[in-house]
């Protein structure tokens, strides 16, 4: 895996700043819709692992349009994506997709996912 992992306090403050080491930050939750509805952390946006694959196959403006933001493009020197799940699982498929994709530099992951985030908030 090529994200750079993120503890909770790290999380909670992507949460409430919108970046991560001054990039702008899109936290991105691979959890089902359902998951999503019954809590996420504050600011994410949801794109399930399930169709995230396809999901990364549309262009940036088909994406938006079904997903309602922007992805930040891999190679972005401005933009940061964050991914979490509930527990981690989802997240390392979601991490390999987009790792295949070419992100790398601005990927970063919340393994502690909702489980933790939710217990500690």
Not at 10 to 32: H, W
Not at 67 to 74: A, C, Q, R, S, V
């Amino acid at each position: 895996m090529s994200a750079k992992n993120l503890s909770f306090e790290q999380t909670r403050d992507v949460a409430k700043t919108g970046t991560i080491d001054e990039l702008k930050a899109t936290i991105l939750d691979v959890r089902t819709a359902g998951e999503f509805k019954d809590g996420h952390v504050p600011n994410a946006v949801n794109v399930p692992v399930g169709e995230l694959g396809q999901a990364l196959t549309l262009t940036p403006v088909e994406f938006n349009k079904e997903y309602k933001f922007n992805l930040p493009k891999h190679d972005s020197k401005t933009e940061a994506l964050l991914v979490y799940c509930k527990s981690g699982m989802r997240t390392k498929m979601a991490i390999q997709a987009l790792a295949k994709l070419g992100y790398e530099d601005n990927l970063y992951t919340y393994s502690g996912g909702w489980d933790d985030y939710s217990k500690q908030v």
